[in-house]
């Protein structure tokens, strides 16, 4: 006999309100996976917002920590200022006209020495004498045959006076006449020969004095009491004229292109304080073809501390013109030429190449490369690198 071994499960008749408790569990289950699921991906997003916010305090910090060390760098912004044009030269102080006295006579024995270097003297002041013994006993000699001559004169024209008495008696005949009175004409120009030839002595015995040709300072003696001179003894003494000195000054063409005559110039002397005031008066027509170099000459009045054959340095005015301008220590050169570094908005150092121009007291003058907006590394910028962080403070800050 064979059996029918199966268990029907009861439906739900929703007719008599019956539940199901196996449904139920199933429903029970799926919602807890679901929360599962919710609080996993809530601690995923938990970690994730937690991840970020660490890093991004990292980054800060690092950042933070890199600004810290980025090196402090005193910058100054130049402007644009009007800089008056200067051209610096040194060169030699000297007599602006000196003049050169020697013997203008035959010469002789100097007697005596009437001035001393740094003295003042006029036109024709007699500066030396020259003993003149001989000259003097020539001049009266010479005065003697002046009265010798006079003597012949005064006869030859009573000669001839007589015989003009004479003549219209028929005593003299005219050719007598004549000849008489070209005696007389004979005798009265050798007394203009005497005096002739005794105003040479004369002016000979005067050329014995050593005199000075014109108004000015003594700047050198070369004579002494005893010394025999002569026309081939060369200069006995020199003189400034009018006691104006000058400063020779090597230019190159380019300065000597931007100065004229009449500009101005301050002129120092080496050892002294003092400045001169100046005017060039000649610039050299010419360039010396080794050096690429002339001369100005500085026209100076008369001063003791201006002493001929001395060392000067000449500031020159040439101008101005408006241009930035740099303290000497921020302007850096290499073998590619000069430049400096430029802090850009971001801090970051940037070389600039550039031109410089005048050099003044008060610094150098940017020809090119600068609009005179830019920070400029002031000091400090050879320990720099193109790129490098910094941090910029500006001068005086």
Request: hydrophobic fraction near 45%; charge should be neutral.
């Amino acid at each position: 006999m064979n059996f029918d071994s199966r268990i029907d499960a009861p439906a739900d008749h929703g007719g008599d309100g019956a539940r199901n408790p196996l449904l139920e569990v199933d429903d029970e289950d799926r919602r807890s996976k679901r929360w599962l699921i919710i609080s996993a991906v809530a601690g995923v997003l938990a970690m994730i917002a937690v991840w970020f916010m660490v890093h991004k305090g990292d980054g800060a910090a690092e950042a933070e920590k890199g600004k810290e060390q980025a090196p402090v760098i005193t910058v100054v912004t130049p402007g644009r200022a009007t800089i008056a044009g200067q051209i610096t030269g040194t060169g030699t102080l000297a007599a602006r006209r000196e003049l050169p006295v020697g013997i203008p006579g035959e010469g002789g024995q100097v007697v005596r020495v009437l001035v001393e270097p740094g003295q003042w003297v006029g036109q024709g002041q007699v500066l030396a004498v020259i003993d003149r013994s001989v000259q003097a006993q020539q001049q009266v000699s010479q005065s003697a045959q002046i009265q010798v001559a006079r003597a012949n004169a005064d006869l030859a024209q009573a000669n001839y006076d007589r015989a003009l008495k004479l003549v219209g008696k028929g005593f003299i005949s005219k050719a007598d006449v004549d000849r008489l009175r070209a005696t007389r004409d004979g005798a009265v120009a050798q007394v203009r020969v005497a005096g002739a030839q005794l105003g040479v002595l004369q002016a000979q015995s005067r050329r014995l004095n050593v005199v000075a040709p014109a108004a000015g300072l003594v700047l050198e003696r070369r004579v002494e009491p005893g010394q025999v001179v002569s026309a081939g003894s060369g200069v006995l003494f020199r003189l400034a004229k009018g006691g104006e000195m000058e400063l020779m000054t090597q230019l190159s063409e380019v300065d000597l292109a931007n100065i004229g005559q009449g500009v101005t110039a301050e002129v120092t002397p080496v050892g002294s304080a003092r400045s001169f005031s100046g005017q060039i008066w000649q610039i050299a027509p010419v360039i010396d073809p080794a050096s690429r170099q002339g001369t100005a000459r500085i026209a100076l009045a008369y001063s003791p501390e201006l002493r001929p054959g001395g060392f000067a340095t000449a500031v020159i005015k040439s101008g101005s013109v408006v241009a930035p301008m740099l303290p000497e220590s921020a302007i850096l050169s290499d073998a590619q030429g000069s430049y400096v570094f430029v802090i850009d908005k971001d801090n970051k150092a940037q070389r600039r190449p550039i031109k410089t121009g005048m050099v003044t007291d008060n610094g150098i003058a940017i020809a090119e490369g600068l609009n005179g907006d830019e920070r400029v590394v002031m000091r400090a910028g050879g320990f720099l690198q193109p790129g490098e962080t910094v941090q910029p403070r500006a001068a005086g800050k």
